[in-house]
């Protein structure tokens, strides 16, 4: 589910800035994979490495384990099974550093170098073929997408929601809806909703119904001797913060389908979704 769930959202953020004008202070760098902390020197798998000298015995390295479709490490060509050698000349495999170290160094890379430029970037792979180490570089340049969080939250309830930093859909919905097309349509409903800035003009609503609230507060206090203790401006906020207007409904419906078509995938499903 979490890689689904990864998998069609990247392709629709990806996709997005094609779409809107997105203030570039907004955007993330984003590789495409993801790496786990493997003792390589003792993995069956990676013997060969062993065998030509290139592993020692107990040697823990940074290793490939997911790629996300559609992105640009999987059009450079990067795989699962990679053990990270190099990135920009700066040594991450077989140092001497403790894994630790290595860490930092790789985190450093994510967080400062890829951020500060989207120009070309080289890394250089140990990767397993039919039983023989083979030596890959690879020319990646990073995604350019919405920084926003992606959560998949495990509840029985169905539903899917965003706060205007994340996108948050339930285990629930996914089993619901075992469709990537389907899924596609919901999440790129609710990026929409992000896109066209609606949960900031929706905290708007929700201040301007506290302070409506509170005037209600006051009042009551004034003429009834009542401490309401605020629960008219509390009130007053939630009732701002806690749904978009139909307009904006309908504009993020609207939005979605081009996003959806330019994505890939079948926009005609968006309204047999919301339907069901």
Known sequence: DEKKFLSISYKLLKNSTKLIDIDSKKLACEL???VERVNVGKERYFSPLVNSGIVKSNQIEFVVNYVIPGSSADEAGIKVGD?????????IFGTDDPIEKKTEKLNYFIKNTCLASYSPHTIKVYRINNGTAETHEITLIPDRIPAIALHLVDSKIINAWTDGKSISV???????????DYLAAIIGHELSHVLLG??????????????????VDIAVAATTGINTQGIFG?????????????????EADFTSVYLLAISGFDYKKAPEVFRK
């Open 198 to 215: 609606h949960p900031e003009k929706t905290t708007k609503r929700a201040i301007i119904g506290e302070i409506l609230g509170l005037a």
């Open 234 to 250: 509390g009130l007053g906020r939630t009732a701002g913060v806690l749904v978009f207007s139909k307009q904006q409904e309908k």
């Open 83 to 91: 053990v990270i050698a190099e990135i920009d000349g700066r040594k």
């Open 32 to 34: 495409g994979f993801f």
């Open 170 to 180: 339930t285990t629930a919905l996914f089993n619901t809806f075992d469709d990537q």
